[in-house]
């Protein structure tokens, strides 16, 4: 099973899906399943999925980008 776990800032929306561990109903943030990073700059909010047709995680010249994020959502749905 996985969940998967999003945030968006005024540039990206990151989103994580890692395996859930349903003994302990929490998410095993060492095993990511996959991961989805799409640029939104110039999103004005009117049209928003047309800015995620591109999935940019493997993009290595974003790696520092995704790190950041992923600690953010991790800091933010640890409980």
């Known amino acids: 099973?996985?969940?998967?776990?999003?945030?968006?800032?005024?540039?990206?929306?990151?989103?994580?899906?890692?395996?859930?561990?349903?003994?302990?109903?929490?998410?095993?943030?060492?095993?990511?399943?996959y991961e989805e990073l799409y640029c939104h700059q110039g999103d004005d909010g009117r049209n928003t999925d047309s800015f995620e047709y591109e999935n940019l995680a493997s993009d290595a010249s974003l790696r520092g980008v995704k790190t950041a994020l992923l600690q953010r959502v991790k800091k933010h749905f640890a409980s």
């Open 1 to 33: 099973m996985s969940m998967g776990y999003s945030i968006r800032t005024d540039l990206y929306r990151y989103t994580v899906w890692v395996k859930w561990v349903g003994a302990i109903n929490k998410p095993d943030w060492d095993a990511t399943l």
